[in-house]
């Protein structure tokens, strides 16, 4: 599916004393089935960007275009809806709820869609087998390695069987050889059809042979497009 | 319809299971909003079967008592009134009463003694209220003795316990007869402590009233329909501060349940956050605190009201004895008929669970409409 910007602008803040604009009119395109990383140093507004495209937040003007659907208009409900059915989501903090197992981590995202219990664990004992992580379904989610808890973060991730991939600074929390892991991860992703979207100022992420294109961002601008 | 019950089921699931997470917390919540119902429902138990005891208690006494006044104090009253009064028109019947208080110090609780049966019946034979029978541990068979004015016991055997629909009226009763009333208070033939009139039709009772005032200028007609009034405003009165009480506690808690709420701790903030952020909707999240609320709040009402019929109808509503009751006739330790209505739970639920659903929804309902995108920083 391919996403399409317009003009986009972010305001934080709008109208009042400490009113901030993170984005100042980006133009592009993403072709489905690529990786696509955006690099920047911190507070370009990458994490921004990413957001409005995953429809966590929306723009202050400007247009973004998800195959024929103009999302940045949606009303929330719908929002929500295009958000569950088209997006996963790659934390750099990973973001699992504490407290839950490992299994009820993975399934949290397809809770509200009510689909019979045993389609719903299988499914997730499925992903956490092709994971690695099978033999910590039932483990409470503070047991696990950094390198493990991402692997659940992407397995929650797939859970719904998403198009697009978006991971914001996956591998910050990270060492070189789990961020290689990882990267390796990603590869297998796009091999399986999907739309992957990172940002990352770490060089092992954008200089990866994985990523087919590399955007930079400054100020809330695109400064360079490479591949 | 299958597909929304099993999303409702995954929401509570969840929510059980942050309940189970954040175990102290929820129990702590759980402790004062139990306590608060508790309270609630103990004074609304309690108030609602006084009142209907005494309604019990009053529909069973005669519509006219007429005493006899002396220098502003009661008097006993000649028997021969009864044939001053003659034919009064609208009275039915009307007799005299013997009745009076006993101070037992052993138990420094106050008897009401009235007398039952007629001259024939054995002057050492007493039947007693279950509540005297239970401070003092007497049964059918046993002996009671009783001293007069001037120091003189009476040794009674228990013939009969009284059993009765309201322990208001029985628990600290006793009844002998005739004969052995006047022994003990020393009171001749020919007078009664009161007169009792009962009138057919009750729009003729201040007919009846005035009349007698005319015929008897030295005695006070009591009406029931006062002493009615004057129960309903003692009760009212002492109700009334409870609930001043109650209202403070209640509004305390409001504010406890309001301040939990908007002061959602950052981690809470977080979890809807990330909820929203991996495809749940707004009314998902609410729906989900929905529940929680939900859970604690009918948890915390059960055990609430079942703890306060316990306290109200087995344990006397000990805690509130000082507040409640302050006539020393009622003070042998009676027991409540459970009386229980609708509209009663319908109100106690009302004042409990609907405010803390109000207070807490709210503010989750303002955190979980904001974009998601937190979660990403
Ligand atoms: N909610 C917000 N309110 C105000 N300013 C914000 C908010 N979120 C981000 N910003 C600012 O917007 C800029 C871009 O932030 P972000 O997109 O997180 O950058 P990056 O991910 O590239 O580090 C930063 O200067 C940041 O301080
Ligand atoms: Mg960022």
New binding site residues.
């Given amino acids: 599916m391919l996403i399409q910007l317009k003009d986009i602008k972010k305001v934080?803040?709008q109208g009042k004393p400490?009113e901030?604009q993170?984005i100042r009119g980006v133009s592009m395109a993403f072709e489905p089935n690529r990786v696509s990383c955006i690099k920047?140093?911190?507070?370009?507004?990458?994490?921004?960007?990413l957001s409005m495209i995953g429809c966590l937040s929306r723009p202050t003007s400007g247009r973004i275009q998800l195959g024929e659907q103009v999302i940045s208009s949606l009303p929330e409900r719908f929002l929500t809806d295009v958000r569950r059915h088209t997006f996963g989501f790659i934390f750099q903090r990973f973001n699992l709820i504490p407290g839950l197992s490992v299994l009820e981590n993975v399934m949290l995202p397809a809770y509200p869609l009510g689909l019979p219990y045993k389609k719903l664990v299988d499914a997730a004992r499925r992903l956490l087998q092709q994971f690695n992580l099978a033999s910590k379904a039932d483990n409470p989610i503070e047991w696990l390695s950094g390198g493990e808890s991402q692997r659940v973060a992407i397995c929650r991730a797939l859970i719904n069987d998403p198009k697009i991939l978006i991971a914001?600074e996956p591998t910050a929390n990270l060492d070189s050889k789990l961020s290689n892991e990882f990267m390796q991860l990603i590869a297998e992703l796009r091999q399986s059809g999907r739309t992957v979207l990172l940002?990352s100022h770490d060089p092992e992420v954008f200089d990866s042979t994985v990523v087919d294109r590399v955007v930079e961002?400054r100020d809330?601008v695109v400064l360079a497009d490479v591949g | 319809m299958l597909l929304f019950l099993r999303k409702q089921k995954y929401l509570i699931d969840y929510t059980l299971s942050s309940l189970l997470r954040r175990k102290g917390k929820s129990l702590g919540l759980l402790a004062v909003y139990t306590t608060i119902v508790f309270m609630l429902a103990s004074v609304t138990l309690f108030t609602h079967a006084l009142r209907k005891e005494a309604g019990l208690m009053l529909q069973a006494s005669p519509e006219i008592i007429v005493q006899r006044m002396q220098a502003g104090r009661h008097a006993m009253i000649p028997a021969d009134y009864l044939q001053r009064i003659g034919r009064l028109r609208g009275v039915m019947q009307k007799a005299g009463r013997l009745w009076g208080y006993y101070y037992d110090p052993i138990v420094k609780a106050n008897y009401t003694i009235m007398t039952e049966g007629q001259s024939d019946t054995p002057l050492t034979e007493i039947v007693i209220g279950t509540g005297i029978a239970r401070v003092q541990g007497l049964d059918v068979g046993d002996y009671l003795t009783l001293r007069s004015q001037s120091g003189e016991a009476f040794s009674f055997q228990i013939s009969a316990l009284l059993e009765n629909d309201s322990e208001l009226v029985s628990a600290d009763l006793l009844l002998m007869s005739p004969k052995a009333f006047r022994r003990l208070f020393s009171i001749p033939e020919g007078f009664y402590t009161d007169l009792v009139l009962s009138v057919r039709n009750p729009r003729e009772v201040n007919k009846v009233a005035e009349k007698l005032s005319q015929l008897l200028p030295d005695t006070r007609p009591i009406l029931r329909d006062e002493v009615l009034r004057t129960y309903e405003s003692v009760f009212s009165w002492r109700q009334g501060i409870l609930f001043v009480l109650l209202l403070g506690s209640v509004l305390a808690f409001v504010i406890f349940a309001w301040d939990k709420a908007s002061g959602l701790s950052a981690e809470e903030r977080r979890e809807i956050g990330i909820l929203k952020a991996v495809g749940w909707e707004t009314a998902d999240v609410m729906r989900m605190k929905f529940w929680e609320g939900m859970v604690i709040s009918l948890t915390a009402f059960l055990i609430g009201y079942l703890a306060a019929y316990g306290h109200v109808f087995f344990a006397s509503a000990s805690l509130f004895e000082p507040v409640l009751k302050g006539w020393s006739v009622l003070y042998p330790q009676f027991r409540l008929t459970p009386y229980v209505d609708g509209l009663q739970l319908a109100t106690l639920f009302f004042f409990s669970v609907l405010p803390y659903i109000v207070a807490t929804i709210i503010p989750i309902w303002r955190t979980s409409i904001a974009d998601p995108d937190?979660v990403m920083?």
Avoid: H, W
């Fill in positions: 934080y803040n400490n901030f993170a920047g140093s911190s507070g370009s507004g990458k994490t921004t960007l914001d940002t961002m809330g | 937190a920083r």
